[in-house]
Structure formats: structure tokens, C-alpha cells
């Protein structure tokens, strides 16, 4: 069988939805960083999956009338390459905060003293830790997490976050996103972080039934800006009194539509976190 290589070359913060569609319908998915703007992306599709192909160059198309892209460049593989291996050359190791580091499955790596290793295939789903939304959100985690606390992760993704949470010493946590392709992704690298004991994985958002008041030390919410002004008011009561809420995925355009969201539920700004055009929110109950 012939396969054939698409890559495509896209801003940083398109890079989050275009991996999602190379994933969906593309087998395996890379990034590899460019600039500080910039990032590759590679996925392989069979010669034979023509409707798959067509998917991705819709969608491609769709995403450059919003912003200008890449061309989208697909190149037939010789004999002799190993597509299942190729991509794989392409993402490295991740070093951000204090003590974190995001490896690959298949790279042998030795941490060092107080390092805190956190295993994922970055073919699955959303979320690799490139994205400043989730870097951010990263970031303000290992701050913020203390032992014990208990954690809603919304909109989970490939489940970065939850996974995080789990090696930063959280107890309970619930991983919820509305797309049932990420929560099995998601629900596959708990697995292959051995966290699954710590996690629930349902499919939804908030209000959910597994979902109590008062319960959480810590909400996740790395969506976006409409997403986070809707869901204010629900994430508000399941807080506890002296809990945190990480709200990401918010152009920074829009920054003022979240705040006003969040305000209006109950919730004081008590941080901001700024990478490139991206604002990551860390909020309190008042």
C-alpha cells in the first residue's frame, strides 16, 4: 500500500484545531515547532482514502478564510519509508514550568530530580502542550495544585491537563468534553499514564450529573471565551468557597466578553497569564 505524507504549515493558534481534523481522519499526527509564530504539522493517510483526504482539505480550506494558512502539501512516501515511524521524528520532548516535561510515548527519557514526566501520544485529540492556551494552563496548574485537591477538567481534550493534575499529586478528578472521540482519546493516554484511577471520563459539560456543589478545589476550563461566559454561572457553585477556576482559550480580543461572564457569576480576576495573543484567567469565588 502507498501512503502519502500532508503537512502544512499554520499560526500557533491554529494549531490546536487543524491537529484535531489531521487526527480525526489522518493516521498519527506531528508538530514540529518553527519560529515563535509558526508550527508543521504531518499527518499520513493511505493512498486509497481519498473521502479521509477530502475531509482534511475542507476543513483546511474552511480554517484559511479565517486566517491565512499554508498550503496544504501531500507527498507520496517511497516503498522503503516507514510512515507508522516518520512522523513520530518530528515531536520532542516539552520542558515548561518549573519542573515539567511532556514526552512522547516512544522517547526514552530519565527525568531529573523533581521533575514530573507526563507521557502522551500527541496523535490524540486536542492538547499537546505547544498550544499557548494550554502551556499557560500548564503552568498556572503546577502553581497552583496542592495534594489531595479535587479536580474538574472541562473540555478535556486529549487530557494533558488531567494527566498533570493527576502526577502534581490531585486526587479526584472528573474529565468532561462534549466530543466523544476525545474523551476515548483522552481516556487512552489515562491509561497510558497510569492515572486512570484517579480520573472519571464522561462525555459533556457543566451542569452534569456527576458533577455536585461545593466539590471542587480546582476547575479547568481551557474552551474558550463564549464557552467560559456561558458556563460561568454552573462552574461558580461547584467551587469550593476558597477554589480556583484556570479559564483559557481566550483570544485576547475577547478578553473582556469572558471577564464580564465571569464577573457576572460571582467570580474577582485574580490573575492574568499572557503568551502571544492568548489570556489565560485565574479566578476565585468572591
Known sequence: MTWHELSILVPYEYVEPISYLFDRYGHGMSIEIQDQKEALLRTYLPS???QRLAHIEVGVKLASL???LGDLNVRALTDDEDWQNAWKSHFSLLKLGRNLVIRPSWVDYEPKENEQVIDLDPGLAFGTGYHPTTYTC?????????PNFTVLDLGTGSGILTVAAAKLGAGKI????????????????FQRSN???????AQG??????VGNSVYDLVLANISARAIAERAESIYPILKPDGYLIASGIICDQRDSAEIGLINAGFKIAEIYTKEDWVTLICRPV
Open 195 to 201: 492515572v486512570g484511577d484517579h480520573v472519571t471520563a
Open 66 to 68: 479565517l486566517e491565512p
Open 174 to 189: 472528573l474529565a468532561l468534553d462534549t466530543d466523544p472521540v476525545a474523551v476515548k482519546a483522552a481516556t487512552q493516554n
Open 48 to 50: 486509497t482514502s481519498r
Open 205 to 210: 459539560s457543566v451542569p452534569h450529573k456527576l
Open 138 to 146: 500548564l503552568e498556572a496548574l503546577e502553581r497552583l495544585i496542592k
